[in-house]
């Protein structure tokens, strides 16, 4: 078995920091490309993930899906790349290609599972290791399928967190027509939602910071946000009910959802993309009085990615971020947790040979 030779950083326990490992990534196949990886985003996932906090993860574990880097190699059948080229890698990195969702080009919700850029079992195989391993490395072998052209125009730190955080918002915004003449409320200003009010300006909206921190909605208005809700201010939430199209909710953990819903027109939707937890009890009243709707919502299939990204190139859209050095990964990781980075952190991978 010919295998590439990678270096990266993983976690070898849940509660271990992250330290240097040297593993291996498959040989291209016919339809493999093999990028060399330049920037990859910190993702609020890869924490939970790589502390064991969602069940699951098995050691030694490389976190990391928001990659962005440069072609240096392709296999024979290979059609949409070069070497040289930019590419990028977001969430995924395999499915059936055959279900349904696949055949909507919604791999994300692929009937079979889709596999994930790292902590999923490698159905593809081709390396000692049975789970995926991701981007916090030098290099990756990925499916053509499961690779995005990034425009040349974008800053390629700031395009990578586009991959995860992009699409996450992009999609349900696109999915549910956001545009303009609607009033669009942005729930929270994280990775996320920093994104959700860049995104939804681009689209046309009238965007609506809704957050419980004044400081917060100052930051919002310099990135797009027209106005700003402070949730916690009873009489200006009082005074917001039935007045939105459309909610994208991305605050990370279980909450109350109901102040929220009750801010929804008569048929409008709010789109959870946060919370992968227990929300708090749910009233029906506000969905029952007004036919009002909650849906979620996760990442985006392969073609509608592509789609954002050139969005983004078009409109000049990245992410706000702080580039940090392989080794202070961990120190980056203690600030994410602490909610005290505007928006991503980015790993410099050139600093992983340093
Ligand atoms: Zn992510
Ligand atoms: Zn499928």
Redesign the pocket.
């Known amino acids: 078995m010919m295998t590439i030779n990678a270096q990266g950083y993983a976690t070898q326990s849940a509660t271990t920091e992250l330290i240097p490992f040297k593993f291996e990534r498959r040989d291209p196949r016919p339809s493999d490309v093999v990028i060399e990886i330049l920037y990859c985003g910190v993702?609020?996932?890869?924490i939970h993930s790589a502390r064991n906090e969602w069940g699951g993860t098995q050691y030694p574990f490389v976190p990391g899906?928001?990659i962005v880097g440069r072609v240096t190699a392709v296999g024979n059948k290979v059609g949409k790349f070069k070497v040289g080229d930019l590419a990028g890698v977001g969430?995924l990195v395999d499915s059936c290609c055959s279900c349904h969702s696949c055949n909507d080009g919604l791999e994300q919700y692929c009937d079979n599972g889709f596999t994930g850029t790292y902590g999923s079992e490698d159905k593809i195989g081709g390396t000692p290791h049975k789970m995926t391993l991701g981007g916090y490395s030098d290099k990756i072998t990925v499916d053509e399928r499961f690779v995005l052209r990034i425009p040349a125009n974008l800053d390629l730190a700031a395009a990578a967190p586009l991959l995860?955080?992009g699409i996450?918002t992009y999609s349900p915004l696109k999915h549910w027509k956001v545009g303009v003449g609607q009033k669009v409320g942005i729930i929270g200003l994280g990775g996320l939602g920093h994104m959700g009010v860049k995104l939804a300006h681009a689209m046309g909206a009238h965007v609506v910071m809704i957050t419980t921190s004044p400081e917060k909605g100052q930051d919002a208005k310099k990135l797009g946000a027209d106005e700003v809700l402070l949730s916690k201010n009873a009489d200006a939430m009082k005074a917001a009910e039935n007045s939105f199209d459309f909610l994208l909710n991305t605050i990370p953990v279980g909450h109350d959802v109901d102040p929220y819903m009750a801010l929804l027109k008569r048929d409008a939707t709010m789109v959870v993309v946060g919370a992968v937890e227990p929300l708090t009890e749910v009233s029906g009243v506000p969905f029952i009085f007004r036919r009002r709707s909650m849906a979620g919502s996760l990442i985006g299939g392969l073609p509608e990615t592509q789609e954002m990204l050139d969005f983004c190139g078009i409109h000049n859209i990245t992410c706000d971020i702080e580039m940090v050095n392989m080794k202070d990964i961990n120190k980056a990781y203690d600030r994410t947790v602490k909610g005290d980075v505007k928006y991503r952190f980015v790993i410099d991978m050139a600093s992983l040979k340093s």
């Open positions: 993702c609020h996932s890869d899906h928001e969430c995860c955080a996450t």
